[in-house]
């Protein structure tokens, strides 16, 4: 199970004091909520933003209009919430990024598409990066080490070749740290469908991975 170290969002029992505190109609810990998510939202929208468009929005943007948008409707999720905060959180998160990808795209599909390879390999190394670490194992020998390396440079390829449900499991379990059950969650899914979609996406990311060390 994931460490507290390594997750991206804050700790649930101070969140869960927060809420009580928001439902008695405390101002300072509505915003001390928002406040205290804001750092993992920014490693989200980061992780996810199509770099292209990250040249044209300030990510910090997106942020802040996530929490405003998070700050406005916080009163119908507290009588009403059908995910953990930091679920619904990402939600809105991530159906922003996938609203602005949409109108951004449409919008300058010519200049966007034209600088999309090299920025998304750009970020695709990134990330990459950082999967492939938190995939490996935390101790690792000379020898796996070595090959953890050699994984990096090419990670970002087969990562790339998974198709959009693969790339967003392996991403919820081992970038944002999401136990099983949450992402089972925030997915809609049995946390028994879950892990079978995360076993499934593994096993096509070492293929991929396979394949790429055989060409």
Same mark, same amino acid.
């Given at each position: 199970?994931?460490?507290?170290?390594?997750?991206?969002?804050? %700790?649930?029992?101070?969140?869960?004091?927060?809420?009580?505190?928001?439902?008695?109609?405390?101002?300072?810990?509505?915003?001390?909520?928002?406040?205290?998510?804001?750092?993992?939202?920014?490693?989200?929208? %980061?992780?996810?933003?199509?770099?292209?468009?990250?040249?044209?929005?300030?990510?910090? %943007?997106?942020?802040?209009?996530?929490?405003?948008?998070?700050?406005?409707?916080?009163?119908?999720?507290?009588?009403?919430?059908?995910?953990?905060?930091?679920?619904?959180?990402?939600?809105?998160?991530?159906?922003?990024?996938?609203?602005?990808?949409?109108?951004?795209?449409?919008?300058?599909?010519?200049?966007? %598409?034209?600088?999309?390879?090299?920025?998304?390999?750009?970020?695709?190394?990134?990330?990459?990066?950082?999967?492939?670490?938190?995939?490996?194992?935390?101790?690792?020998?000379?020898?796996?080490?070595?090959?953890?390396?050699? &994984?990096?440079?090419?990670?970002?390829?087969?990562?790339?070749? &998974?198709?959009?449900?693969?790339?967003?499991?392996?991403?919820?379990?081992?970038?944002?740290?999401?136990?099983?059950?949450?992402?089972?969650?925030?997915?809609?899914?049995?946390?028994?469908?879950?892990?079978?979609?995360?076993?499934?996406? &593994?096993?096509?990311?070492?293929?991929?991975?396979?394949?790429?060390?055989?060409?």
């Amino acid at each position: 199970m994931p460490t507290n170290s390594q997750r991206i969002w804050p %700790d649930s029992e101070r969140t869960r004091e927060l809420l009580s505190a928001a439902r008695d109609g405390d101002q300072d810990a509505v915003e001390g909520l928002m406040d205290r998510h804001r750092d993992a939202l920014r490693k989200l929208v %980061d992780h996810r933003m199509d770099r292209a468009i990250g040249r044209r929005v300030d990510a910090s %943007d997106v942020v802040q209009d996530v929490l405003l948008e998070a700050s406005n409707r916080l009163g119908k999720y507290l009588d009403q919430p059908t995910l953990p905060f930091h679920l619904w959180l990402r939600q809105l998160a991530r159906d922003r990024l996938i609203d602005m990808h949409r109108r951004h795209r449409k919008a300058q599909r010519r200049s966007v %598409d034209r600088e999309r390879p090299l920025a998304a390999r750009v970020h695709a190394d990134q990330s990459s990066m950082d999967l492939a670490a938190r995939l490996a194992d935390a101790e690792l020998t000379p020898a796996a080490a070595s090959i953890r390396r050699e &994984l990096q440079l090419r990670f970002h390829e087969a990562i790339e070749d &998974l198709v959009e449900d693969d790339r967003e499991i392996l991403l919820m379990r081992h970038f944002e740290q999401l136990t099983n059950s949450e992402t089972a969650e925030a997915l809609g899914l049995s946390p028994a469908a879950a892990g079978m979609r995360h076993l499934r996406a &593994l096993r096509r990311l070492k293929g991929q991975l396979e394949n790429s060390a055989s060409s």
